[in-house]
């Protein structure tokens, strides 16, 4: 499985963001869809996750303005992140998890700065 990740920048406190990522390849085994973000000097952290039924789970510092989702065929998900605070400025990971792997992609840098 290859993941490729899309969508970071620049915005401002209080601004919004929609990440992407697209999977490709053995993609059927895809179980879980994951957004992760590590800030530097930080450890990486789970922010999102969706499954194959869209169940989704969310970090308790982004529940309420970040959203995970998927598209119909279940190979792309987008996490759309609202009121963007400084805390939130990190590098984006995706992460898909199959029976026995875990596949990521690049990291996608999102800065939040006025």
């Known amino acids: 499985v290859q993941l490729q990740a899309s969508g970071g920048g620049l915005v401002q406190p209080g601004g919004s963001l929609r990440l992407s990522c697209a999977a490709s390849?053995?993609?059927?085994?895809?179980?879980?869809m994951d957004w992760y973000r590590q800030a530097p000097g930080a450890e990486r952290e789970r922010v999102a996750r969706?499954?194959?039924?869209?169940?989704?789970i969310y970090a308790d510092s982004v529940k309420d303005r970040f959203t995970i989702s998927r598209d119909n065929a279940g190979y792309t998900w987008n996490l759309e992140m609202n009121s963007l605070k400084p805390d939130d400025a990190a590098v984006y990971y995706c992460?898909?998890?199959?029976?026995?792997?875990?596949?990521w992609g690049q990291g996608t840098l999102v800065t939040v700065s006025s």
């Open positions: 992460s898909a998890r199959s029976r026995n792997n875990r596949y």
């Open positions: 969706i499954d194959t039924h869209d169940t989704t």
């Open positions: 390849g053995n993609t059927v085994s895809i179980i879980y």
